[in-house]
């Protein structure tokens, strides 16, 4: 099927990311989105007006979020704006997005900003006060470290569902590493005549603001703490899980950053786009959620369920991008799929260039439309796992490019 709501060409923007604890550490997540967002409708002559529909991803709280996207919208001054602020860890940047193109499909919009943000540095301690406790005492939680740790219902941590699937397939540390020098040789290609795919959404470079946002405390001049691995020093890396095969070195990275996409009517989207000649169009989406422990298995139902909404077929796919916190998740992909493992993910992924959390779709379905773009056009398919052995996908289709 088509959904009839659009992604206007150019209507979208991410910051670089930056590895945790780095230069975007001191940014309270929302404000930052706001900052940011006011800078990129500015440089493309789009009103705060225009929109009748907002939507937030956040899955790392900050202080005051209890506010939600009324509070982004009004800073951005688009303050007669409402909607939700929607948290499914991982695969938070699909659902926000199917979130809008629901309202607008209803009729309920015609204009919506998607906006997605995270810091994951500093994340928020949590105190949960219990009477009943000893001495009233109640439970403290990291909300980002805990939880990575372990699964609540499974009890097992992010890094043991990787190997439980690695051990499951039989997926050797050798074949994840060959995985992780793939992806950042495509990566490199991002980062090319001056990184100039990333400049196709991203502004280059990219002015840090202080704290209160008031003046410009350093420059990034793309990605930060994005690694580049050698065979060898591959070679040298033990299991992070004794007997295990997942190495620190086949796995991501913890960041922080923002990404937002601007969806429309149709007619709306051809107004906002900067080259109305190009229609992005949404075919599919699709949810799944894998065995217990089994997280890495999940993208593949996801996929399969928004292709079978769209009507299409993997080998249809022009282009194929993936959020893969664990080299294992691509090869069990292609293996389950039968899609090409060094044709996915060109321009990079989350395995190299980190782990906001809500964000990484959001910049993962960016950098897909931008790569059909580049192809003169095609469809292409975005799918990624999320906490609770849960995956979300969304199937697009470029066209006039």
């Known amino acids: 099927m088509t959904f009839s709501a659009q992604i206007p060409y150019g209507a979208y923007w991410s910051t670089p990311f930056a ?14 989105a706001a900052h940011v967002a006011k800078d990129e409708l500015a440089k493309r002559d789009i009103d705060a007006s225009e929109f009748d529909y907002g939507v937030m991803g956040l899955t790392v ?17 688009a303050e007669s704006v409402g909607g939700p602020t929607i948290s499914q860890v991982c695969a938070t940047g699909v659902r926000v997005l199917q979130n809008a193109v629901a309202e607008i499909e209803c009729g309920l919009a015609e204009t919506a900003l998607v906006a997605t943000c995270d810091r994951v540095s500093n994340s928020p301690q949590v105190y949960y006060p219990e009477p009943g406790g000893p001495g009233g005492t109640g439970p403290h ?4 470290l805990d939880n990575m740790m372990q699964d609540p219902f499974s009890g097992q941590s992010m890094t043991q569902t990787a190997e439980n699937v690695a051990t499951r397939h039989q997926i050797t540390t050798e ?17 090319a005549d001056g990184s100039a795919f990333l400049k196709r959404f991203m502004s280059l470079p990219f002015d840090i603001p202080s704290a209160n946002f008031k003046k410009t405390v350093g420059q990034m001049e793309g990605d930060e703490g994005v690694f580049q691995s050698t065979k060898e020093s591959l070679d040298k890396m033990r299991p992070v899980i004794p007997d295990g095969s997942v190495t620190f070195g086949g796995q991501t990275h913890p960041a922080d950053g923002n990404a937002c996409i601007i969806v429309a009517a149709p007619e709306k989207a051809k107004a906002l786009s900067k080259e109305p000649g190009i229609s992005i169009e949404i075919l599919g989406f699709g949810t799944a959620r894998a065995g217990l422990a089994l997280m890495p298995e999940a993208p593949v139902p996801a996929a399969k369920a928004a292709l079978a909404q769209a009507g299409l ?24 799929t039968g899609y090409a493992i060094d044709a996915m993910n060109n321009y990079g992924c989350t395995l190299v260039w980190g782990h906001p959390q809500a964000p990484m779709g959001t910049r993962g379905i960016i950098e897909l439309i931008e790569e059909l773009v580049i192809k003169g056009g095609g469809k292409g398919l975005f799918t990624g796992c999320a906490a609770g052995d849960s ?11």
Request: aromatic share 10%; no cysteine.
């Open 61 to 77: 709280p900050q202080h005051q979020s209890f506010y939600g996207l009324p509070w982004l919208t009004g800073m951005i001054g």
């Open 175 to 191: 074949q994840q590493h060959d995985i992780v020098l793939r992806r950042q040789a495509q990566y490199q290609d991002a980062l």
């Open 391 to 401: 995956a979300m996908a969304v199937v697009l289709s470029v066209d006039g490019a």
């Open 313 to 336: 077929d993997i080998q249809q796919m022009d282009a194929v991008k993936t959020h893969n916190p664990f080299a294992v998740n691509d090869v069990y992909f292609a293996a389950e």
């Open 141 to 144: 939680e990291n909300i980002a």
């Open 19 to 32: 590895k945790w604890q780095g230069s975007l550490s001191h940014l309270h997540s929302v404000k930052f």
